[in-house]
């Protein structure tokens, strides 16, 4: 309807663009976006947003032409190095997919995102096979809760290291895991030498925020 009142509009074609393709209408999706990239060329999101559609379909190289050009515009657009770093990780390069990761890191507005990225650096090094450096950006996710005392959140992280723990034949570990943060959530995590990384974290291949979509 909005379409049928101007034409010209473009944040419909963003939305037109991510139900089309949530519909399996590629095509559709892929004319939506090109669009929305025609009516605001200089603003990053378009770009943004067609880049996630190529990497759905599996062009990779492409999608990350289209973030790249989306950086030009916005050097602080985090969400398209995150883009970015997803088709390198299907394209089996985690260095470059790491670097991308780093540059959001280093340029998220606030904790929440900051938590997020390192979870997704975690996972880079889980598809490696490099559990201890996974589990080190793990940590790093709980000190950022614990020095912003957010103790409910940390005490999420130290359940998930349990479930890691568990998932990976150590239940012992795990339960051991929560016994030791038991009405202190902040004293971090308990080790063991034979963690392993969360399995339906490794295993799955990389997502895009649901958020992006309501751009």
């Not at 559709?28 to 990239?37: D, E, N, Q």
């Not at 996630?52 to 602080?76: C, D, H, R, T, W």
């Not at 398209?80 to 394209?91: E, I, K, P, Q, T």
């Not at 000190?143 to 103790?151: A, N, P, T, V, Y």
Request: with cysteine.
């Amino acid at each position: 309807r909005a379409l049928a009142i101007n034409e010209e509009f473009a944040p419909p074609y963003n939305q037109l663009g991510y139900a089309l393709r949530n519909l399996g209408d590629f095509d559709g999706a892929a004319k939506a976006f090109k669009r929305y990239t025609e009516l605001i060329p200089d603003e990053p999101n378009p770009y943004d947003s067609y880049a996630e559609l190529l990497m759905k379909v599996g062009k990779f190289q492409e999608s990350i032409a289209q973030y790249e050009k989306a950086l030009e515009i916005n050097p602080n657009f985090t969400a398209s190095y995150v883009g970015m770093a997803y088709d390198w990780m299907f394209l089996g390069d985690f260095e470059k997919a790491r670097g991308a990761l780093a540059r959001a890191l280093f340029i998220a507005p606030n904790d929440g995102e900051r938590r997020q990225i390192l979870l997704w650096i975690a996972t880079s090094y889980a598809h490696e096979g490099n559990l201890e450096r996974a589990f080190a950006e793990l940590d790093r996710r709980v000190e950022i809760s614990r020095k912003g005392q957010d103790l409910l959140t940390v005490a999420g992280d130290v359940y998930l290291q349990a479930r890691v723990l568990a998932e990976y034949g150590r239940a012992d570990g795990g339960f051991a895991n929560v016994i030791y943060n038991e009405g202190d959530p902040s004293k971090g995590f308990a080790r063991h030498p034979r963690a392993g990384f969360f399995s339906t974290v490794a295993s799955r291949t990389p997502g895009t925020p649901s958020s992006r979509c309501t751009r």
